[in-house]
T-cell receptor, first 110, second 115 residues
Framework: SQTIHQWPATLVQPVGSPLSLECTVEGTSNPNLYWYRQAAGRGLQLLFYSVGIGQISSEVPQNLSASRPQDRQFILSSKKLLLSDSGFYLC?????????FGQGTRLTVV | AQSVAQPEDQVNVAEGNPLTVKCTYS??????LFWYVQYPNRGLQFLLK??????LVKGSYGFEAEFNKSQTSFHLKKPSALVSDSALYFC?????????????FGAGTRLAVHP
C-alpha cells in the first residue's frame, strides 16, 4: 500500500541556522511530490513540486529550496532560516484523483 | 487558473444539527474536487472527492458533498454533527495543467461543534 513519511514531526531552530526536512514515499514509483506550508493554522501554500529526480518547480520565491535526489525522496532545505519560515510544512504525493499527505512538520524559528 | 473559495472562516453548529461547509470553484474544463479535514498538528485526511458521475458524493465519517455545476459549488454536508467533527476543513481542486496533479486549496474553514 502507498504510504508517505515525513520527519521530523517538530523542530525548533534558531534564526540563521540551516534546515532539512525529509519526505519519502512507499508503494509507488515516479510520484508527483509536493511541499506545502501552512501558516497560523489556515490556508495551504504550495511551495515546490517535483515530477521526477532532479526536477523541481517553485511556486513562490522564498528563502527555501527543494531537492529530489531519489525517485521517492523529496527534501526541503534552507541555508539560513528566517523567523518568517516558521509554520507547518506538509509533504504530499498526488495522483490523478487524489493525494496522500505526510503528518507534517511544525517548524518554529526562534 | 484553477481556484477554490471557502467564504466562511468559521462555522458554528450545535451537536446533532446538520452542518454545511461552503466551497465554490473556478476551473477550466471538468473539475476534480476534494474535501480534506485537518486535526491540530496533523496532516490532511481525505474525506471525499468528485471526479464524475453522481452529483451527491458520499465520503468518510458520514460526510457528503453536492456538486452543483450551475452554481460552481461543492458544499460539504453532514446530517448530524458530532463534537468530534470539530476541525479545519479544506476544499481543493486539481490543477492538471502541464501534466501535473497539483492540488489547489481553499483558505480553510474551521468547524466548531458545540455540545
Amino acid at each position: 500500500s502507498q504510504t508517505i513519511h515525513q520527519w521530523p514531526a517538530t523542530l525548533v531552530q534558531p534564526v540563521g541556522s540551516p534546515l532539512s526536512l525529509e519526505c519519502t514515499v512507499e508503494g509507488t514509483s515516479n510520484p508527483n511530490l509536493y511541499w506545502y506550508r501552512q501558516a497560523a493554522g489556515r490556508g495551504l501554500q504550495l511551495l515546490f513540486y517535483s515530477v521526477g529526480i532532479g526536477q523541481i518547480s517553485s511556486e513562490v520565491p522564498q528563502n527555501l529550496s527543494a531537492s529530489r535526489p531519489q525517485d521517492r525522496q523529496f527534501i526541503l532545505s534552507s541555508k539560513k532560516l528566517l523567523l518568517s519560515d516558521s509554520g507547518f510544512y506538509l509533504c504530499a504525493w498526488t495522483y490523478s484523483s487524489g493525494a496522500f499527505f505526510g503528518q507534517g512538520t511544525r517548524l518554529t524559528v526562534v | 487558473a484553477q481556484s477554490v473559495a471557502q467564504p466562511e472562516d468559521q462555522v458554528n453548529v450545535a451537536e446533532g444539527n446538520p452542518l454545511t461547509v461552503k466551497c465554490t470553484y473556478s476551473v477550466s474544463g471538468n473539475p476534480y474536487l476534494f474535501w480534506y479535514v485537518q486535526y491540530p498538528n496533523r496532516g490532511l485526511q481525505f474525506l471525499l472527492k468528485y471526479i464524475t458521475g453522481d452529483n451527491l458524493v458520499k465520503g468518510s465519517y458520514g460526510f457528503e458533498a453536492e456538486f452543483n455545476k450551475s452554481q460552481t459549488s461543492f458544499h460539504l454536508k453532514k446530517p448530524s454533527a458530532l463534537v468530534s467533527d470539530s476541525a479545519l476543513y479544506f476544499c481543493a481542486v486539481r490543477d492538471g495543467a502541464g501534466g501535473y496533479n497539483k492540488l489547489i486549496f481553499g483558505a480553510g474553514t474551521r468547524l466548531a461543534v458545540h455540545p
